[in-house]
């Protein structure tokens, strides 16, 4: 049998066989453990010396580009990882959850980057502060790699989606990592691994993998690194109480398993399309990777008269789950990831039945479908209902780790809330409601208890992901159980591996930090229009202050008519004067432009587009007889590495712009972002 290997100081370490990982289908050992020593204090400096140093030689941008080449390699060689998969009990949709959505992830970081990230390893947290008088002495905010490395400590039950998740905001952040997959699952990790390194994508040093043990790895971290971790709560617990962790201030971010819940509105009967979706919800979640999702639905919250309709309606859905080998032709439900998970899960069983009653499953009739799976890992879902929940419930602090729910019902909707916070702390909850003014309610004060809301009725049902599918651009993690932590949530989780620091000094110092302009730093002028400059000679700071232009009434009358916009303080004068503004003034939009006007450059040059307009604010009026001036200025530059159509290669380039009267006083205030041609080759 083969031996998983680790894949530290850029060497797969490991030959003699160790603990053997059998499979969850039929119990036949699928691999091994090995069983050499690692050395820790080598795998956190190769990450430090050779991994920070190849990836902060790349930059936001291109650690971008990395990512989907990565991403790429992966998807197309994804059939390796589902018949490796099969043996971890995941059916063919469970593979979409854990590896395609691992791919997705990966790729949604690399968009989401190459849209919000700049060029450079500096990230401009603005907006600038003016901290004097007369803007001499100024503060903003910056965010840099840490320096350190990352340990990942993740799952067993998402072995792909739960290192991609993690990896993908930490490799954009320029910090290495060393992921720590669950022994049970660490087969398929190692293989996604081997495939990432193959895609030639990867820098050397940028990801290191353990099998097995973390030994003394925690005494070999400092201040600079990060931890984060996925599984149980007391885990949790255990790990971020390292003594090197409390003493160094180590950022410790954790994921728990929580008893997610799900809540039946009120105003929701078992006529109405809205019955059925809960149903078909609860039914998912429950069978999904067999019921081992952090995010799976453990407690039902629904009125006392509707209980009934709702318990039948589940199991003549759960009746229909064929359990088995996932594949054999029609089985909906694989197993649990181990035999030491199932008999966990059977214990936890008999401990929520000493308050609930059981609905569904466990009569003793059950045999999962094909050869061999009677030493497999197969459980069928069982489903609870606990009558009397103000008697005591269990399920408010029991979690069995597999298609386990139990119904609670309750009697006004005032007891809701109290009731889902009994779980203290979970990572989402589901609201099911045909009533704007129920999600209203209940959302905001749910909203205390949890990492994130979905709220399902018959619109949100033609397009939603489901309860239980964490997506890269929003927040995943939740308070108290859940382990009080944040992933996800788009550049969030980037930032999260970044130091956040202050910066003060002169604009023209914030400047040359931030690598973008600041509001009075020194500017740079010339006899050649910002315009006429490719990419690459532009420069940050490159200004322009234009002619002046005095407003008139026929402006404010051409456009008008060009535009359609008669609004009263343009065009009447007795309204106009009775107005805080006590005259008549131009349009917001006349102004943005006659001031294109002003700096604009006609002929043909390497600006080729105007994609949009950020941060626009009119700030003072201006009345015809007023005299403004422009000044644009180049403030960032992006090289996401684009061509056009054409082929052509491009940059992408903001500039500000200040609108000011005759009295100096701004009067408009924006950026623009344009596409600007690079060279031609």
Request: glycine share 10%; aromatic share 6%; proline share 5%.
């Amino acid at each position: 049998m083969s031996v998983t290997q680790s894949f530290i100081a850029g060497e797969w370490v490991g030959e003699q066989q160790a603990k053997a990982l059998p499979s969850a289908i039929n119990g036949e050992i699928v691999a091994h453990t090995h069983g050499e020593t690692l050395d820790f204090s080598q795998a956190v400096s190769y990450g430090r010396q050779v991994g920070g140093k190849n990836l902060l030689a790349m930059d936001f941008q291109q650690r971008a580009l990395a990512l989907r080449e990565m991403a790429l390699y992966l998807q197309e060689h994804k059939q390796q990882l589902y018949d490796l998969s099969m043996h971890t009990g995941s059916s063919k949709a469970d593979n979409g959850i854990d590896i395609d959505g691992g791919f997705g992830t990966l790729f949604s970081y690399a968009s989401m980057a190459r849209r919000e990230l700049p060029s450079g390893n500096v990230v401009h947290e603005g907006p600038v502060t003016q901290l004097g008088k007369n803007n001499h002495f100024a503060g903003t905010h910056i965010m840099v790699p840490r320096g350190g490395v990352a340990v990942h400590i993740n799952a067993y039950n998402f072995p792909v989606w739960g290192m991609l998740e993690k990896f993908a905001p930490t490799f954009l952040a320029g910090m290495p990592s060393i992921v720590k997959p669950a022994t049970a699952t660490c087969y398929v990790t190692q293989l996604a691994v081997r495939l990432m390194q193959e895609s030639g994508a990867l820098p050397e040093g940028s990801l290191q993998l353990i099998i097995g043990s973390t030994g003394d790895l925690f005494e070999h971290l400092l201040e600079q690194d990060v931890v984060t971790f996925t599984g149980s709560a007391n885990t949790a617990r255990m790990l971020r109480n390292h003594p090197n962790i409390i003493n160094r201030s180590i950022p410790f971010n954790a994921e728990a398993d929580s008893l997610n819940s799900a809540v039946l509105a009120p105003d929701v009967t078992p006529d109405h399309e809205e019955f059925d979706l809960f149903v078909r919800e609860i039914g998912r979640e429950m069978t999904a990777k067999a019921g081992q999702k952090c995010t799976a639905i453990r407690r039902i919250l629904v009125p006392e008269d509707r209980v009934e309709a709702l318990c039948d309606k589940l199991k003549a859905r759960l009746s229909k789950v064929t359990v088995g080998d996932p594949s054999v032709e029609g089985v909906r439900m694989g197993a649990l990831a181990s035999r030491d998970q199932l008999e966990d899960v059977q214990a936890n069983i008999q401990e929520l039945l000493k308050t609930s009653e059981l609905v569904f499953g466990g009569d003793g009739s059950f045999t999962p479908t094909g050869d061999g799976t009677d030493q497999g890992a197969f459980i069928e879902p069982h489903l609870l209902l606990c009558r009397n929940p103000d008697n005591g419930c269990g399920a408010h602090d029991i979690e069995a780790f597999g298609p386990v729910a139990t119904v609670i019902p309750y009697a006004s909707i005032d007891q809701i809330v109290p009731l889902v916070a009994q779980g203290r702390g979970s990572l989402v909850t589901t609201v099911t409601t045909r009533d704007p003014a129920i999600a209203g309610t209940l959302a905001p004060a749910l909203a205390a208890y949890h990492g994130r809301l979905h709220l399902l009725d018959a619109e949100a049902a033609k397009e939603s992901t489901g309860h239980g599918s964490p997506l890269p651009m929003l927040k995943h993690g939740g308070p108290g159980r859940a382990g009080g932590g944040e992933e996800l949530g788009g550049m969030r989780a980037v930032f999260h591996y970044l130091q956040r620091t202050a910066i003060q000094g002169s604009p023209t110092m914030l400047a040359a930090v931030t690598g973008e302009y600041v509001r009075g730093a020194q500017v740079i002028e010339n006899d050649l229009h910002p315009f006429r400059y490719h990419f690459e000679d532009l420069q940050i700071n490159q200004s322009l202050l234009t002619h002046r232009r005095t407003v008139t009434e026929a402006d404010l009358v051409n456009f008008g008519c060009l535009s359609g916009d008669h609004f009263y303080m343009h065009f009447d004068e007795i309204a106009a004067k009775n107005s805080q503004f006590g005259k008549r003034i131009a349009h917001g939009y006349f102004v943005l432009s006659a001031a294109a006007g002003m700096f604009i450059h006609p002929a043909e040059g390497p600006v080729l587009a105007n994609y949009g307009l950020d941060t626009l604010r009119f700030i003072e009026p201006v009345a015809p007889g007023d005299t403004i001036q422009a000044r644009l200025t180049c403030k960032r530059k992006i090289d996401q590495g684009r061509t056009s159509p054409d082929g052509h290669p491009q940059g992408v380039v903001a500039w500000d712009v200040q609108v000011t009267n005759q009295h100096d006083e701004l009067v408009a205030s924006y950026d623009i972002l344009t596409l600007v041609a690079k060279k031609p080759q």
